[in-house]
Structure formats: C-alpha cells, structure tokens
C-alpha cells in the first residue's frame, strides 16, 4: 500500500501541473473534495480512499472505458494526420482546445499493459495510468442515504442526473417512485437543493470548491414534481380549498396541457409580500414581489404595489433556487420558511445572494416551485414524463418477473432502470447486488397544502 499511496502523491503533482496549463483542467481539478472524514469525497485529493471504495467490476469497466477512449483519441490523432498530409494546401484549422499529445508507449509499459491485473492494487494503478492519459472527467462520488449510510459511485462526465439515480435504484434496491431525488447540501450555507432530472452531475459539482464541505444525498422529495401530480395547487390556487382538493384527474391533465402544453410554458401567477435580508445585515424588510416567465419582480420602499413601480429582482436564468435550514437562528429571520437565490458557484455568505422569507411552509412550497418552472420551464415537464415512464416500465418487468417467480419458473435478471440509456454513459451491465441491510422506505402519500 505504500507503493500505492506514492504513485497517488506523483499524480496529484502532475495534476496540479496540468490545471495550471490547462483551463479546462482547472475547472475539472476545482471540482469538490471534502477532507478526509467526510461524507463526501469526489476529487483527486481523496482518490485513494474513492478508488477502493469501487467494487473489482467497476475498476473493470473504468480501465475498459479508458483504454477504449485512448483507443479513440490515436484513431482521431492519426486521421488527422494523414489528412492534412494529404492536403498541405488547405490552412491549418486553428481551436481553442489544446492539443492532446499521447506519450509512446514503451517496449516495458507495453508488456505491463499486456498482463492483465489481478489484485485490486494493480488494477488500480492501471485506472490511474489511463486517467492521466486520457484526461477524462470521471469523478468518484460517496451518495449519503437516509439512514447516513452512503453508496460509492462512479459518475462519467456525460452522465445526467436521471442516469445516476437509476443507478441508486439498482444499488439500493428501493421502488422506483418519482419522488426520489440526488440533492445537494451545504453546511456552511445551511441550504440544500435538488438537482433536476437533465442536469449534468460532473458539471454541477464542478462548482464545488476545492475545501467544500458540500455532501450529495439520496431522499424522497414528494414536492418535486408536485406541479403535475397536483397542478391545481399552482394555477388554481385563488379558487376555494373545497374546489381543489375534488377536482379529477382528468381535470388535472387538462390543466398541464393548458399550462405545460404549448410553445411557452405558463408560470403561475404568483405574487406577495416576501420579507427581504438587507445586504450584510440580519435585518428582515417586507417587500411586495411578483414572479414572472422574465424573472423576480418586486416594489422599493415608499413605492406603491403599481406595475409601474415594480423593479426587477433577479432574472432566473443563472441563479439556482435552495431552501435553507434554521435560519431563524442563523439570520434572524422571521420564520423558518426561508429560500435563497444564487449563481451554483457561489458556495459562501456573498452579497450576490439574495436572501427571502416566507409566512408559511405553503407559501415557501409555491414560490420555490413556480420559480423551478420559471427556470426550467417545458424542460421540467420533459424529466416528469421521462420518470414516470421509467417507473411504469419498470414496475412492469418487475410485476412479470414476481409472477414467473410464483409459477415456479426462474426468474428474470432484475433489468437496469431505464431500460436503454445512452450507450456513450456506459453504466450498463453493473453486477447485480443482494439486498443492503437499509431498504429505503416508500415516499410518503402526496397531501393536498
């Protein structure tokens, strides 16, 4: 193991040599690590301890993927080539991506990469090999779940989000419900957030800091796609109680296709008295705000509720939506009810995030949601219909396979959820496990607020 941890230290330096050359390596090095003890680690800091973490198979495949991208990348190198040999008199295409330059395997590292690895500390060495190589953006990350357990996972940079949690899906063994999501949380801020379904997880975690303390975590949130299971709490919300809570499911598809159906997507109308933090000071103002499809709207101090009074207060296009933690105490706030908007590079206390308080928790669960429709918009209803097919398909093979279970025949291998992702993600064919001491509960039934 010594032997291993001091390769770990000669990749860490040529690392950091190569981030510093290289912007794009800069972002990917910058990616969050927590210190030794976290729950979370995800960069090349911890990648000892990531690396071990991974069972013998997805080493296979990370060497597997590797070497294939390696592969790709000389084949690309050598058309290139005899291209421009070919054709000397066309000028040379200048981009704004370095140049890859792969070192000549040596008659030594040829016979080394020949014998395949038979200990895990062998394996691991050749994955490190090909990492430096390739240059890949694949990062090890530790999902904590409800019971502060936690899954270790290897995440590719063209993965999304929904890739991801089918991946949880199979590893921890629990139903395939809608609700559940990969949030982020971080304890300084005190806040969290639930990634969308589209996002791209590398990407989003590359605005960790280095010394983040920020953790991933699997949980059930019955409020993340509550505008299409219960739509009339968004857009009939000023019609009596009575009336929304016995309106039909019909009723209920027809007021998606209204609002979620056309060219543009509708963003409720919502509007209020929020109360604002004061730059710098935990001083809680209230403040009339309207939401609109541009942004968040709002009236200044000594002006009147006019349309023409409104000032913009922040456009929704680069800003990510989180709710907070104990604010009460932390900030002074009113309530606890509180949600923050913020660039997702922001990870500490800056005058660039904009700090709001809400009455009620159902007043916190309409502007935090309308805000995600604002932003997102037909992009939300995409991910909500992609999940319930999944669940649906899901739920279907799973019904069959019990039932040639009960008729005594041998029953199907439990299929990947998702049943075709993109076969670039490579997250196909992972062993299947027996069931983990913690199975996680179902979600909760959704309640009419």
């Given at each position: 193991m ?8 000669d ?5 950091d040599?190569l981030?510093?050359?290289l912007?794009?390596?800069v972002n ?22 990531s690396?071990?973490d991974?069972e013998?198979h997805?080493?296979d495949?990370?060497v597997a993927?590797?070497e ?13 080539s ?6 000397q ?16 395997p ?25 990492l430096?190589e390739a ?9 904590l ?8 996972l290897?995440?590719?940079?063209r993965?999304t989000?929904?890739q991801?949690l089918?991946?949880?899906?199979e ?12 949030c982020?949380s ?6 969290e ?8 997880l590398?990407?989003?975690l590359s605005a960790?800091t280095r010394r983040?303390?920020?953790k ?9 796609y509550?505008m299409?299971t219960e739509?009339q709490?968004?857009?009939?919300r ?12 019909q ?6 296709k ?11 109308d919502?509007?209020?008295t929020?109360?604002l933090?004061?730059?710098g ?8 705000f309207?939401l ?6 709002y ?6 509720k006019?349309s ?7 456009r929704?296009?680069k800003v ?7 604010y009460?105490q ?8 509180c949600?923050?908007l ?7 206390e800056?005058?660039?995030?904009r700090?709001?308080?809400c009455?009620d928790?159902?007043t916190?669960?309409?502007?935090v949601?309308s805000?995600?429709?604002g932003?997102?918009g ?6 909500y ?5 999944r669940m649906s ?5 799973l ?9 005594g ?8 959820p ?6 670039s ?13 913690f ?10 607020v």
């Amino acid at each position: 193991m010594d032997d291993i941890d001091a390769l770990f230290s000669d990749l860490l330096g040529e690392m950091d040599n190569l981030s510093q050359s290289l912007t794009f390596a800069v972002n990917s090095s910058e990616v969050a690590a927590a210190s030794q003890g976290s729950a979370f680690s995800v960069s090349f800091i911890d990648l000892n301890e990531s690396l071990n973490d991974l069972e013998d198979h997805d080493l296979d495949v990370l060497v597997a993927d590797l070497e294939s991208k390696l592969t790709s990348q000389e084949s690309s190198m050598n058309d290139e080539s005899s291209s421009q040999t070919n054709n000397q008199t066309s000028p040379a295409v200048m981009t704004s991506e370095p140049a890859v330059i792969l070192p000549t395997p040596t008659a030594e590292s040829s016979r080394g990469i020949n014998r395949e690895p038979q200990t895990k500390g062998e394996k691991i060495k050749l994955a490190l090999e090909k990492l430096k190589e390739a240059k890949v953006r694949k990062l090890i990350v530790k999902v904590l779940l409800t019971d502060n357990s936690s899954k270790t996972l290897m995440v590719d940079e063209r993965q999304t989000v929904r890739q991801v949690l089918d991946k949880l899906f199979e590893k921890t063994h629990c139903d395939f419900s809608i609700d559940w999501s990969l949030c982020e949380s971080n304890p300084e801020l005190q806040i969290e957030r639930g990634f969308e379904d589209h996002e791209n997880l590398v990407e989003s975690l590359s605005a960790w800091t280095r010394r983040s303390e920020n953790k991933i975590h699997f949980v059930s949130k019955p409020q993340k796609y509550m505008m299409f299971t219960e739509p009339q709490i968004f857009y009939m919300r000023k019609k009596e109680k009575d009336s929304m809570s016995e309106i039909k499911s019909q009723n209920k598809e027809l007021l998606i296709k209204e609002n979620f159906g056309g060219l543009t997507v509708i963003v409720p109308d919502l509007e209020g008295t929020l109360y604002l933090k004061e730059d710098g000071k935990k001083v809680w103002k209230p403040r009339f705000f309207v939401l609109r499809a541009s942004g968040i709207y709002y009236v200044p101090k000594g002006k009147t509720k006019s349309s023409t009074d409104l000032v913009c207060f922040t456009r929704l296009g680069k800003v990510n939506v989180y709710t907070t933690s104990n604010y009460k105490q932390k900030f002074r706030a009113p309530t606890n009810f509180c949600f923050l908007l913020k660039h997702p590079c922001i990870q500490k206390e800056s005058p660039h995030i904009r700090f709001l308080c809400c009455d009620d928790e159902h007043t916190l669960l309409l502007w935090v949601n309308s805000i995600r429709i604002g932003k997102y918009g037909t992009q939300l209803y995409e991910n909500y219909r992609d999940a319930v097919q999944r669940m649906s398909t899901l739920q279907t093979l799973l019904s069959a396979a019990h039932k040639d279970r009960s008729n005594g025949h041998t029953p199907l291998a439990r299929p990947h959820p998702g049943s075709s992702p993109p076969k670039s993600t490579n997250i196909d064919d992972y062993p299947h496990e027996p069931p983990p001491d913690f199975i996680p509960p179902p979600p909760p039934e959704h309640k009419n607020v």
